[in-house]
């Protein structure tokens, strides 16, 4: 198996097959509107306007798992995005990222690249696995997705090369992106 063995919808609910992004290198994100890591959009546009011309792709895609820090609609996440954070890649439509009701796509990532640990060198590092273990320890077991904005990168065949973690700035990753570019 494989990402394009995918199908998604967009945030306008219009099924889309990955097969549609063979060739390119992927930065797949589960994201959020009203996160601590929200800010992290536009470090995620700024990784997407450099890279865009080489054939990478960002695909947001939102979730209000995560102490509901998504609870608009599509339309109203789309709108917020582009207004504040003046997002240009694809952002999909809201749903689950973990847990049995989550997206196939999002199953199939956690199966391919473990949770290593967030970086411990971040700022919220410790105030994140503080309010995990307080909150939501069930979140803490296994390699499901931690918290909004745990990245996965692609490279142009469909393999699912490296997890980062909320804790990795997005420009921390473009090292990693320009080495499958």
Known sequence: MKIYDFKVKTNRGVEKSLSDYKGKVLLIVNTASKCGFTPQFEGLEKLYKTYKDKNFEILGFPCNQFAAQD???????????????????????????????????FKYLT????????????????????????????????????????????????????????????????PSIEKLL
Do not use: M
């Open 71 to 105: 609870p608009g609609s599509n339309e109203e996440i789309q709108t917020f995005c582009k207004l504040n954070y003046g997002v240009t890649f694809q952002i999909f439509e809201k749903g689950d990222v973990r847990g049995e009701n989550a997206q196939p796509l």
């Open 111 to 174: 199966s391919q690249k473990k949770f290593e640990g967030f970086d411990k060198a971040h700022p919220i590092t410790e105030v994140l696995t503080k309010a995990l273990k307080e909150n939501f320890p069930e979140y803490l077991e296994g390699d499901g997705i931690k918290w909004n904005f745990t990245k996965f990168l692609i490279d142009r065949e469909g393999n699912v090369i490296e997890r980062f973690e909320p804790t990795t700035e997005p420009e921390k990753i473009a």
